[in-house]
């Protein structure tokens, strides 16, 4: 079945172990979410990975999920966030962005905030 036919778009390519969290605690809230094999995508080694899909109506609350997992983490490095830019948006096609979990200010050729570590998947 493809992703058209059930609804579903491909979130992004993630550590099996977390994807199966993220399976987990979402399903709590009723959002489903399928772990998908790819050859072309997915490998093993160190870390196997696997696609994650959702259905285009469940992107919100996956998104709130690793937004909320990514500022726990944040937090637990003893680095303060500030709230304040939570809703800050990512615009890839801006030359700075503002990082939304720690508000510092970085070009968008990187994916990566340089203060606190937070990636950015345009």
């Keep these: ?3 058209e036919e059930d609804n579903k778009i491909p979130f992004g390519i993630v550590e099996v172990n977390e994807a199966k969290r993220m399976l987990e605690a979402l399903a ?3 959002v489903e979410l399928e772990i998908r094999h790819n050859e072309q995508t997915c490998r093993t080694g160190c870390k196997a ?3 994650v899909w959702v259905k285009v109506d469940d992107v919100p609350m996956l998104q709130e ?3 909320d997992k990514n500022i726990k983490t944040i937090e637990a490095e003893g680095i303060e966030v500030d709230h304040t830019q939570i809703n800050s948006v990512y615009d890839p096609e801006s030359k700075v962005a503002v990082c939304p ?3 510092a200010e970085f070009s968008t050729d990187e994916k990566e ?3 606190c570590g937070l990636v950015f998947i345009p």
Excluded: N, Q
């Design 1 to 3: 079945m493809s992703f």
């Design 28 to 30: 709590e809230k009723g």
């Design 49 to 51: 990975v696997v696609e």
């Design 65 to 67: 999920y690793i937004r």
């Design 101 to 103: 979990a720690c508000g």
């Design 113 to 115: 905030c340089p203060e």
